[in-house]
């Protein structure tokens, strides 16, 4: 099956490890990978700061550059949740609004992209080590996600998966919430963390590493040994640390 990757901004700048182990995955699971280099953002942070109309701006290049009809997979449940959800509100009786439902039907989370749409679930991969896996908002409450990136884990041998109380709990980044509520977003992290370090686990995986990365900056100031990785980096694994 031919896809076409969308690697958000955040990715694409701070975490590039995480778009390259997804195209491992992908191709693992028997995919041709297509990668265009001039996309850019989704247009989900304009949005939630309130600011609608720059945002189509984005959202008219982001459908500019997924053209034709083939899935468009990223290791991100928070832009495919927004793509999926908010393009046809946001397109809403507008000439646009036929393209923005089409695209909204295209996208795919890379879990539920291999689980629900490949019915493929083990890609080979060795993992040692004891992990806990983080629900994202994005993922539970945007993508309905929640099963298919436990059953990817359950299927890396060596690898322990351990799950942590108040799973579904916010981990507190939510995007600029994190910078305008600092307390309440560095106590809802420690909250995480706690609940994490209880089951004993070395590695907090998620599907979004705009949690994990508002995660790790709360272990690191708590010089916690705990380590965070994106379920990509722990599928594409064989047998090394990731």
Not at 5 to 26: H, S
Not at 58 to 78: E, L, Q, R, Y
Not at 80 to 91: E, H, P, R, T
Request: glycine share 8%.
């Amino acid at each position: 099956m031919k896809v076409q990757l969308f690697i958000p901004c955040f990715v694409d700048q701070l975490f590039p490890d995480v778009a390259f182990n997804m195209v491992k995955v992908l191709e693992k699971a028997g995919c041709e990978v297509h990668y265009n280099p001039n996309q850019t953002c989704c247009g989900q942070p304009a949005f939630n700061a309130g600011f609608w109309g720059e945002s189509r701006e984005v959202c008219n290049k982001f459908m500019d550059d997924f053209t034709g009809n083939d899935p468009i997979v990223a290791p991100s449940a928070s832009c495919i949740g927004f793509v999926k959800n908010y393009y046809s509100k946001l397109y809403e009786n507008s000439a646009q609004q036929q393209r923005a439902r089409k695209i909204s039907e295209q996208v795919y989370e890379l879990s539920d992209f291999l689980v629900n749409k490949l019915g493929v679930t083990n890609l080979g991969a060795r993992f040692e080590g004891k992990v806990t896996y983080h629900d994202s908002c994005a993922a539970l409450r945007e993508c309905n996600i929640k099963q298919e990136p436990r059953v990817l884990l359950q299927q890396v041998a060596g690898l322990e998966l351990i799950e942590m109380a108040d799973t579904e709990t916010c981990c507190g980044f939510g995007g600029s919430f994190a910078v305008k509520f600092e307390p309440i977003s560095i106590a809802m992290g420690d909250q995480k963390i706690t609940h994490a370090t209880a089951t004993g686990a070395d590695y907090i995986v998620s599907t979004d590493m705009s949690c994990l990365m508002h995660i790790d900056g709360c272990l690191k100031h708590k010089h916690s040994g705990l380590k965070v990785l994106h379920l990509a980096d722990v599928l594409a694994s064989e047998g090394r640390e990731a």
